[in-house]
């Protein structure tokens, strides 16, 4: 089969690979991914730089002190036909987390917070690939969308466990910092959980417009203090910028005790300035809410996501993927191998 196989950060391949031999438990997946930028290397983002051992990834710019690079599969959001242990020919999408089962977290039901914790395109082989095995209870079946919607499905998992940790209540005002796919579908989330008012705030292009058809505002940075002077009852920030992170308390709303939500991929040495005089008085609540675990089903039952994905690529086209994607005026970019 051919693969997007990695050797080092920034530099890769399209190889001809074996297809993946499938274990008792698991099932063979014909592949299609949603772009995974920073896996190739272009930010040291790591999905879980805390919690992951390096000496167990198989991605080499996450473990520099290994002696000799290991290939690797990117892609970690996978849907594709053609799968054993169900019917032949299903639809199917992959939740690509896999926990230990074993470990303090994992005993206690917190499986986002095992100390074992590895992820198909980021620990272990992902889905820029023809071919790629998951584990048969990972997999969920798809319905009434298309093959590139579902991509759509894991940062939409993401994003309902972020709005479950929020708690959010009926006639609320949300703003959401950032207009990526994360950002988009946690404000079209906010809207459907009861917001009277959602408000996206990012540079103008083709996100913005995204925003417009979701049924939520976008507002410049100029307007925001000005329209919305005692700010928000809830703020997201999804941009992954530490800056814009440092900036987003200051678009809480005092009263009733606004809740930030802290939502995006970050350098692990970037560090925010909160006064934590301003927290206690205000009675701000800071929320944090890291990947999926056990919400896959809910966003499979929900995806309702059409137009976010603007562009589609071949396996061979992969480059260009990437390029698309750092243009930043684009929307959610599918692989299709």
Same mark, same amino acid.
């Given at each position: 089969? %051919? !693969?997007?196989?990695?050797e080092k950060a920034g530099s890769f391949k399209l190889a001809t690979v074996p297809v993946p031999? &499938? %274990?008792?438990?698991e099932v063979l997946i014909k592949g299609l991914c949603g772009s995974d930028l920073h896996l190739h290397g272009e930010t040291n983002i790591v999905t879980n730089p805390v919690r992951i051992d390096p000496s167990r990834l198989i991605a080499p710019w996450n473990a520099p002190h290994l002696s000799e690079p290991l290939q690797f599969v990117p892609g970690h959001e996978v849907i594709g036909s053609a799968v054993t242990g169900f019917s032949k020919g299903d639809r199917v999408v992959a939740d690509p987390l896999v926990e230990c089962g074993h470990c303090f977290f994992c005993l206690r039901a917190e499986f986002v917070l095992c100390e074992n914790l590895s992820g198909h395109g980021v620990s272990i082989p992902g889905g820029f690939s023809?071919? &790629?095995t998951f584990e048969a209870r990972k997999v969920f079946k798809i319905h009434n969308i298309s093959d590139e919607e579902a991509t759509l499905i894991e940062p939409t998992a993401c994003a309902i466990r972020g709005i479950d940790k929020l708690d959010v209540r009926l006639g609320v005002e949300a703003l959401v910092i950032g207009a990526g796919p994360a950002g988009l579908v946690l404000a079209q989330l906010l809207k459907l959980y009861g917001a009277t008012k959602v408000v996206v705030a !990012?540079?103008?292009?083709t996100k913005t417009e995204l925003a417009r058809k979701l049924a939520a505002a976008d507002e410049s940075w100029e307007k925001l203090k000005k329209d919305h002077p005692y700010g928000f009852d809830v703020v997201v920030e999804a941009t992954g910028s530490a800056t814009v992170a440092n900036d987003a308390i200051n678009y809480v709303r005092r009263l009733g005790g606004g809740s930030l939500l802290v939502y995006s991929v970050y350098d692990p040495s970037a560090l925010v300035q909160w006064s934590p005089a301003k927290i206690f008085i205000d009675e701000i609540k800071i929320v944090g809410s890291f990947s999926q675990p056990n919400c896959f089903p809910r966003a499979v039952a929900y995806l309702d996501v059409k137009g976010l994905v603007t562009d589609v690529f071949k396996l061979s086209e992969y480059q260009q993927a990437l390029? %698309?994607? %750092?243009s930043r005026d684009v929307g959610k970019i599918a692989v299709r191998p």
């Open positions: 089969m %051919k !693969a997007i196989y990695y031999e &499938v %274990k008792p438990r023809q071919y &790629v !990012a540079n103008k292009g390029d %698309k994607h %750092k």
